[in-house]
């Protein structure tokens, strides 16, 4: 059985079969970065009880250094380990929807150290949805703080060539597997104040929840929640393609028209334009389906990036189901919102 694949300016890329997770749970294991597949997207993981191998993850990846990361687990039973309390609320979730893109904000314990949470007192967790995350952390014997694995400002990676365009050099090994199934990043919900909050809008969807959990669940940043902090990480302008993206919104009948329209006018006057919205493959009907396109957004804003275009237009998909998080990440991605 191969192991090592390829070494391109230090960084290794392995395989996913389990001679190679070995190989890649011993980097983790001595304080070395690997970036591996996940439901959602691709993680940059390292010993969450490291606060050495910690420290690089944010030198790798030029993340500011008050944008705590999320630990990931292979077993339920770690959760009693990285969490001081665990809430019957964060137990009843953790039951139904994990593994799966969830992670829940507690009380954080000794065991964590502070690096990992930027400071906080609380710490995020999770247990993702993916046979090779399960094998590596659970190789790796420790839990396994990762962020997404791109550069800071990039859009998240759901291949691991997407790492590789990121990280190369950076990091010590990139696990080359199947692309992410849901494409963008797990729902952070805060259990750690008096009612839930969910700080980031993600994988699983808010109504999802609030079914689970029989109340209606508010969203950071939100109107009626905006004296609440949001997570961390929400402050930055995140997922950036290269050039300025348009988002159009408001009423349907309008929005379609005026997104051809402004398209078609800046391809005349000679901009390579990019276009984004969920009936762009229209001849593939499976295509207008959310899921599908919240699965291939990062790639598409990635592949735009790698074609130079000059400007990007996206339409405004609903707020419902997955659509609550495509919406966050395009209005991150926005250089302007246009109202119609
Ligand atoms: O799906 C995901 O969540 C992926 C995969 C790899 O698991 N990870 C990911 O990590 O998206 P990252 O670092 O790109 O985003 C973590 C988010 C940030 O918005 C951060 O501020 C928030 O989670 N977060 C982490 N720990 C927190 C804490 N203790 N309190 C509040 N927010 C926290
Ligand atoms: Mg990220």
Redesign the pocket.
Known sequence: MIVQVVQTKGTLLLNDNRESLAKAAAIIKRGGLVAFP?E?????GAAATNAKAITSIFAAKG?PAD????V?LSDRNQLNLVAREVPDEAKFLADKFWPG?L?L?LQ?SEYIPAEV??G?P???V?M?DHPVALALINLAGVPVA?????KSGRP?PTSYRHVLEDLTGKIDAVIKSSTCKIG???T?L?L?GHSPLI??P??LPREDLEKALGRSIGVAGDKKNSLQPA????KYRHYTPRAPLILVTGRESVKHQVLNRLALYHHRKGFAVGLLNTSMQQHLKKNSDPEKFAAKLYSYLRRMDAAGVDIIFAEEVSFSGIGLAVMNRLKKAAARVLRV
Request: cysteine-free.
């Open positions: 996940t959602t997207v691709y993680g940059l993340r944008n705590p990361l999320i990931h893109p992670s904000v954080r949470s930027a906080l609380t710490v995020a999770r993702p990762a962020p997404s694995a791109n998240s963008i990043e797990s952070v805060d750690s700080l980031r993600g994988g997570s961390p990480g929400m």
